[in-house]
T-cell receptor, first 115, second 107 residues
Framework: GAGVSQTPSNKVTEKGKYVELRCDPI?????LYWYRQSLGQGPEFLIY????????DSGLPNDRFFAVRPEGSVSTLKIQRTERGDSAMYLC?????????????FGEGSRLTVL | KNEVEQSPQNLTAQEGEFITINCSYS?????LHWLQQHPGGGIVSLFM???GKKKHGRLIATINIQEKHSSLHITASHPRDSAVYIC?????????FGTGTRLQVFP
């Protein structure tokens, strides 16, 4: 499809397990963002990629969270030793450039539930 | 105090009413986005503003850089406009989101 694709759309896991969430941005978009949204709250910045490199990872809450984008396209958000507080909607967005010029396109999100 | 604040948090309206949602920010920005989020989570970008005013259909967005304030207006509101509207300030390549305004438009 032409939009930002996120998989899985829903993930239920047990506390302590490892989880991977995938984002497939719009082809040609160099900027990719990950956000986390808890119920009733606005999205919270996690990490921003420009190409293959993480330009800003200051939003990652702790070292259990890690994200990669090895070929400058698909990105994977990895969460180790999941905790109940990690339950949220994880949103990915992409943009043609850093966002200074480009419009942002969001995926439908991956809802993570940690039991 | 949040760097991006929206008001009101919740808004109900009758079909046809004129709607205004406000956004104030305290950081330096290069642009401000207005986003629409429907139940289920999908987010759609409505506007990206760096100055002045933009219009798309029944939606109008304005920004006053000096006052660090932006507004989203909906004219002739319709039940299908019911959604959460989020403003997000682009500051040093990072988007800082407001907490959103939940709008319900009743027929």
């Amino acid at each position: 499809g032409a939009g930002v694709s996120q998989t899985p759309s829903n993930k239920v896991t047990e506390k302590g397990k490892y989880v991977e969430l995938r984002c497939d941005p719009i082809s040609g978009h160099t900027a990719l963002y990950w956000y986390r949204q808890s119920l009733g709250q606005g999205p919270e910045f996690l990490i921003y990629f420009q190409g293959t490199g993480a330009a800003d990872d200051s939003g990652l809450p702790n070292d259990r969270f890690f994200a990669v984008r090895p070929e400058g396209s698909v990105s994977t958000l990895k969460i180790q030793r999941t905790e109940r507080g990690d339950s949220a909607m994880y949103l990915c967005a992409s943009s043609l450039s850093s966002g200074r010029i480009g419009e942002l396109f969001f995926g439908e999100g991956s809802r993570l539930t940690v039991l | 105090k949040n760097e991006v604040e929206q008001s009101p948090q919740n808004l109900t309206a009758q079909e046809g009413e004129f709607i205004t949602i406000n956004c104030s920010y305290s950081v330096g920005i290069s642009a401000l986005h207005w986003l629409q989020q429907h139940p289920g989570g999908g987010i759609v970008s409505l506007f990206m503003l760096s100055s002045g005013k933009k219009k798309h259909g029944r939606l109008i967005a304005t920004i006053n850089i000096q006052e660090k304030h932006s507004s989203l207006h909906i004219t002739a509101s319709h039940p299908r406009d019911s959604a959460v509207y989020i403003c997000a300030a682009l500051s040093t390549d990072k988007l800082i989101f407001g907490t959103g305004t939940r709008l319900q438009v009743f027929p």
